[in-house]
């Protein structure tokens, strides 16, 4: 089992940034990748971005590349997404994520990924 808890959601206006955490525990952590999803009211859950633990190694989708930036902190078993620039339209709740089945590229599909955490609303204000 892994558990993961979100945090960092809130409110920003426009062009503002936020940066979430995924704090993570559980089972061995290095062979997995862990993935952002966001779903806003009425749409679908849509990948943000992914990274493979042991590598670093990030890829993310087009609508936030430039814009946010994944990492992961080893000692405190973290992953962090880091927002800048923020617009209306990535207004969701974000989610954290992770595929055990490591693959790289990283799958972009949400029923790839066996453990999710809470979720953290973001809204940005225009």
């Known amino acids: 089992q892994v558990q993961l808890v979100e945090s960092g959601g809130g409110l920003v206006q426009a062009g503002g940034s936020l940066r979430l955490s995924c704090a993570a525990s559980?089972?061995?952590?290095?062979?997995?990748?862990f993935g952002w999803f966001r779903q806003a009211p009425g749409k679908e859950r849509e990948f943000v971005g992914a990274i493979w633990w042991r590598t670093g190694s990030t890829d993310y989708a087009d609508s936030v590349k430039g814009r946010f930036t994944i990492s992961r902190d080893n000692a405190k078993t973290t992953v962090y997404l880091q927002m800048n620039s923020l617009k209306p339209e990535d207004t969701a709740v974000y989610y954290c994520a992770v595929d055990p089945i490591t693959a790289w590229p990283p799958s972009r599909k949400d029923y790839d990924y066996n453990y999710w955490g809470q979720g953290t609303q973001v809204t940005v204000s225009s």
């Open positions: 559980g089972r061995t952590l290095s062979s997995f990748v």
